[in-house]
């Protein structure tokens, strides 16, 4: 679009900044190691493109603007490294769901009786549910911790609800 065509306050607008992944008031930070080592990982890489940014100084405008929205992530991530509380996976107790935990899960009554499903409790910013990485204040890590092997647990990953066996629970480092 021509800048014929554009307000000229457009760069006084304030800059939209993505939030970070919600961690519920008065809940503690707890990540992995692994959880631990990404967080470092995205802060060393938004400081280079925040050091990229500063070199840039053909448009003043669209510099700030940048620069605004990098220093306020910087910020958000800053605060939680600082909050983090890693969980180390062999202090947890082994034939118990916990935070670290790797379950597998067998459908015993749903929509795909028979099922079998694998899921890791990770903290909020490793969550990612194409890697099977539940955050552990996500409703169905709820349901599943302090649950043990062979338990039938009930949980609602969606309508309808399902009971579901707990058939192997595993942390990193178990042999």
């Not at 062999?90 to 099922?115: D, S």
């Not at 990770?122 to 099977?132: F, K, L, P």
Request: glycine share 6%.
């Amino acid at each position: 679009m021509s800048r014929a065509f554009a307000k000229e306050d457009d760069s006084l607008e304030a800059p939209i900044i993505p939030p970070r992944a919600a961690l519920p008031p008065n809940t503690p930070n707890y990540v992995t190691p692994r959880g631990l080592e990404l967080l470092r990982q995205e802060l060393a890489s938004l400081e280079a493109e925040r050091t990229q940014a500063e070199a840039h100084r053909d448009n003043d405008a669209d510099r700030t603007r940048q620069l605004t929205v990098l220093n306020a992530r910087l910020h958000a991530l800053q605060a939680r490294l600082a909050s983090a509380k890693v969980v180390e996976a062999r202090t947890q107790p082994a034939g118990e769901v916990r935070f670290g935990a790797t379950v597998t899960l067998r459908t015993i009554q749903g929509r795909q009786p028979g099922q079998e499903r694998r899921l890791t409790i990770v903290g909020v910013d490793e969550a990612s549910i194409a890697e099977g990485r539940v955050a552990f204040v996500a409703p169905i890590a709820r349901a599943l911790q302090g649950a043990r092997l062979g338990q039938q647990v009930t949980v609602q990953p969606g309508p309808p609800t399902e009971i579901v066996e707990i058939t192997a629970i595993h942390y990193e480092g178990d042999q």
